[in-house]
């Protein structure tokens, strides 16, 4: 079957520094990849929207500079948080689709010390 | 703004009951509806989902009541079990792939 895997489950890391999170597809080919942010009150925050043949779409208040993400097939997808703050802690959501509705894998768990 | 809205914020029924969880949108242009299921520590699955041309979507226990004109739409959750105590997630999104989700209702079902 389809799903997402995403890698790693959580991390930690020291304010100031950076941390790279990964993105599987497995079983189909994404050809849209999103990423989310849900706070600890639950809230989503799309953070950009990577679509096959267009550019990496970042929402506002959410940049390429603190947000880089790689999207260099329809399988695999990876996004840094540079200099990480207390601010940008969260679970880290990719959700990879073919259509309308993404499948999500379990998340990259951030904790900032 | 908050395109999409959920309500209530939670919900506390009994095992056997129907548990009803509501969602309006404010975008006209929005004709896809994802519902999400949520279990602490775990991703956000895909539970059931409707197009905006439907008015009623069926599932096992779980149905979507889409009514466009009113821009509202609930999942009706019949026999409600203890282990779908869960946060659930209304969303919607056009064909341009980008889903903004509701803020979630997170459902008790007490045995």
């Known amino acids: 079957g389809a799903l997402v895997y995403q890698y790693p489950r959580r991390t930690i890391c020291k304010s100031g520094t950076s941390m790279r999170m990964e993105c599987q597809a497995v079983?189909?080919?994404?050809?849209?990849v999103a990423w989310y942010r849900q706070s600890p009150q639950k809230t989503f925050e799309l953070i950009a929207l990577?679509?096959?043949?267009?550019?990496?779409?970042?929402e506002q208040n959410f940049t390429q500079e603190k947000f880089p993400i790689s999207h260099p097939n329809l399988s695999f997808s990876s996004m840094t948080v540079l200099n990480a703050y207390l601010e940008d802690r969260g679970l880290y959501l990719c959700?990879?689709?073919?259509?309308?509705?993404?499948?999500f894998g379990e998340g990259t768990r951030l904790s900032v010390l | 703004q908050q395109q999409v809205r959920q309500s209530p914020q939670s919900l506390t029924v009994w095992e056997g009951e129907t548990a009803i969880l509501n969602c309006s949108y404010e975008?006209?242009?929005?004709?896809?509806f994802p519902w999400y299921q949520q279990f602490p520590g775990e991703g956000p699955a895909l539970l059931i989902s409707?197009?905006?041309?439907?008015d009623k979507k069926e599932d096992g226990r779980f149905t979507i009541f889409f009514n466009k004109r009113e821009k509202k739409l609930s999942l009706h959750i019949a026999d409600s079990q203890p282990g779908d105590s869960a946060t659930y997630f209304c969303?919607?999104?056009?064909?341009?792939?980008?889903?903004?989700f509701g803020k979630g209702t997170h459902l008790h079902v007490l045995p």
């Open positions: 990577s679509t096959v043949n267009s550019a990496i779409k970042y």
């Open positions: 975008n006209s242009a929005f004709d896809y």
């Open positions: 409707i197009l905006s041309v439907s």
């Open positions: 079983g189909f080919q994404a050809t849209s």
């Open positions: 959700g990879a689709g073919t259509g309308q509705a993404p499948l």
């Open positions: 969303a919607a999104n056009t064909n341009a792939y980008k889903v903004i």
